[in-house]
T-cell receptor, first 117, second 115 residues
């Protein structure tokens, strides 16, 4: 079975500073990986996804993530944090390969990003 | 509508009662998914539909949980004889097809509290 570990339930950075949210996964098949963001009182929104093309993936709102197979990691970064980035961030891995193509996603527990003014 | 909608947004029920949660997917999306998010936990995949068919029900937590979908549209998740451990946010998502290359769009969720 696949699993996702997000290190740090809460991460606090200053406005303008680098954002780094960590995600490690385990998978018995080549993974598809995702980052979702959840703003207060809103549904989850896809930030970016890795589906075995380029290992450096660029997403919306200036976020990007790099797939590192040797480290089984898919960390999310943004060079300069903005107050509007404050939200809950979830890393997820696809179980599609194990479920014959069906895409039940396995999510991490989430990281709450706090932006200090 | 423009996005996935769920109702009710909040539901408080007494232990032992049955509840029905509703999901309206984006029009034209053939795939629909249900997830559960317990407090402090990540999302837990429950079940998915391709059309009106649910090929794999193994993610449902117990036989008290069931789901159906009609007309390749609305889906209901039913929990019978609710227990306190069923308290969670239940999220629905839809996509064009049940495949990785198609983004899952999430609804705002139904917060279920079992007292």
């Amino acid at each position: 079975a696949q699993s996702v570990t997000q290190l740090g339930s809460h991460v606090s950075v200053s406005e303008g500073a680098l954002v780094l949210l960590r995600c490690n996964y385990s998978s018995s098949v080549p993974p598809y990986l995702f980052w979702y963001v959840q703003y207060p009182n809103q549904g989850l929104q896809l930030l970016l996804k890795y589906t075995s093309a380029a290992t450096l993936v660029k997403g919306i709102n200036g976020f990007e993530a790099e797939f590192k197979k040797s480290e089984t990691s898919f960390h999310l970064t943004k060079p300069s944090a903005h107050m509007s980035d404050a939200a809950e961030y979830f890393c997820a891995v696809s179980e599609g390969r194990e479920r014959g193509g069906a895409d039940g996603l396995t999510f991490g527990k989430g990281t709450h990003l706090i932006i200090q003014p | 509508g423009a996005g996935v909608s769920q109702s009710p947004s909040n539901k408080v029920t007494e232990k032992g009662k049955d509840v029905e949660l509703r999901c309206d997917p984006i029009s034209g999306h053939t795939a629909l998914y249900w997830y559960r998010q317990r407090l402090g936990q990540g999302l837990e995949f429950l079940i998915y539909f391709q059309g009106n068919s649910a090929p794999d029900k193994s993610g449902l937590p117990s036989d008290r949980f069931s789901a159906e979908r009609t007309g390749e549209s609305v889906s209901t998740l039913t929990i019978q004889r609710t227990q306190q451990e069923d308290s969670a946010v239940y999220l629905c998502a839809s996509s064009i097809l049940a495949a990785t290359t198609y983004e899952q769009y999430f609804g705002p969720g139904t917060r279920l509290t079992v007292t």
